[in-house]
């Protein structure tokens, strides 16, 4: 394995619980009824659902626009929230100075990747390829995503070790020919190996071990 390709929320940070109650604000502000439960089914399909899909339920498509937008600054303005995982930016720093070239897939919207980066401090440059939802047609659970991810990073999918946290995640780097680590930030160990996962940790930082272990 020579590439490493990131997931972003569940991996480096956890942005769900932001995301989620900027969406629901502006949802209010525009007088959308919704809850959290709405979300779940859309959680790592790219957060623009969380907006799009109460409002056409209302019959409010001519809001869609506006309260997107709403929702991004509502999420901006709360970035001093944001949870990012102690391991994440030592395990970049890690790989990087072990040689490894780094990749970034995420289902999110570039404007909050790119603001969920700088919140946690970690140098966009740190990835040779950053995908976001915009960049890709299918989403996970489709190895579109990932697939496109390594010819980015100009890799064969065989090189490349994915690091995930959700089931979807799982099956999309599965699909797409790749060994996946999967963290147990959002599921539980066992339901992470049967949707695929050939490594499972606690904590990323063990990741070091794997692709060391892995040469």
Avoid: W
């Amino acid at each position: 394995m020579k590439y490493i390709i990131f997931d972003m929320d569940g991996v480096i940070v956890n942005s769900e619980p932001i995301i989620m109650k900027a969406a629901l604000d502006a949802l209010a502000y525009g007088g959308v009824a919704a809850d959290k439960s709405d979300f779940m089914q859309f959680i790592g399909a790219g957060e623009e659902h969380f907006i799009i899909f109460p409002c056409r339920r209302a019959g409010r498509e001519d809001l869609i626009e506006p309260l997107t937008e709403q929702m991004f600054l509502n999420f901006e303005s709360s970035l001093d929230e944001l949870e990012v995982f102690p391991s994440a930016k030592p395990l970049i720093e890690g790989l990087k100075e072990a040689g490894f070239t780094l990749g970034l897939v995420s289902s999110a919207a570039r404007r909050k990747l790119m603001a969920s980066l700088n919140a946690a401090q970690i140098d966009p440059s740190s990835f040779d390829a950053i995908l976001s939802g915009s960049d890709v047609t299918e989403k996970k659970p489709s190895p579109a995503p990932y697939l496109l991810g390594a010819e980015r990073l100009g890799a064969d999918p065989s090189q490349c070790l994915v690091i995930e946290d959700a089931l979807s995640g799982v099956k999309s780097a599965k699909s797409a020919g790749m060994t996946c680590a999967a963290v147990t930030t959002s599921f539980s160990a066992e339901e992470l190996k049967e949707a695929g996962a050939d490594y499972v940790v606690d904590d990323i930082i063990e990741v070091l071990k794997i692709v060391s272990e892995g040469q």
